[in-house]
């Protein structure tokens, strides 16, 4: 594609500062998807890991009240005094600008089992145990999940906007280069042939 701007040795300079631009922009965001990448698929495994977890421990934990229920009717109303989860923390931590959720849970001053023990017995307190251990791991998958999908919509904005350097502003600038120095060679050779003619009409 021709250039549109003038043949000049300034255009061809800031042209080919422009190019360098682009070139060193595509490498920092090839650099900054493959970060990504790396990252989304680490906690890409480590959801398969916690998702595992919950799957066994939920299984733990439903077997476990069911003796409860067995032994102790339906717990119905011991579950009634177990305290609603209100202490969770979220913050954030940056990943290559991409800022991605840490999830924690304040702890609770009381941490004992919160019905009596004369009105339970040990697959109670077992089912509760796993049903708080479930909580935890649901809150970190719910984090990895969400670091997954802002990963992957970062990652897709820098795949963009690299192809557009590689494939559109690169090529443009190099042909741009190109047209500018051809113009500029051309004007050159005319230009030592003119002086060529004038020195030889001057010798005559």
């Known amino acids: ?49 916690i998702q595992s977890k919950i799957d066994t421990t939920y299984t ?31 913050s954030f931590r940056s990943v290559m600008g991409v800022e991605i959720p840490i999830i924690q849970f304040k702890e609770n001053k009381i941490k004992n089992i919160p019905f009596g023990l004369y009105n339970s017995n040990s697959d109670l307190d077992k089912a509760y145990s796993c049903f708080r251990e479930v909580r935890t791991l649901t809150a970190n998958l719910a984090e990895v999940e969400t670091s997954v999908y802002l990963l992957a919509r970062d990652i897709k904005k820098t795949q963009k906007r690299a ?36 020195k030889r009409v001057k010798n005559k």
């Open 1 to 49: 594609m021709a250039t549109q701007i003038a043949p000049t040795k300034g255009n061809l300079i800031a042209t080919k500062k422009s190019y360098d631009l682009a070139k060193l922009g595509f490498e920092l965001l090839d650099r900054k998807r493959n970060i990504l990448i790396r990252e989304m698929m680490a906690l890409i495994d480590r959801a398969g890991e």
């Open 60 to 90: 733990k934990a439903f077997s476990t009240l069911k003796k409860a229920n067995i032994a102790l009717g339906v717990c119905e109303q011991l579950a009634q005094v177990v305290p609603e989860e209100k202490g969770i923390n979220i």
């Open 163 to 198: 192809n557009a350097l590689k494939n559109i502003m690169i090529p443009r600038f190099e042909n741009m280069i190109k047209s500018i120095s051809d113009a500029l060679e051309e004007k050159e050779r005319e230009e030592f042939s003119r002086l060529k003619v004038i």
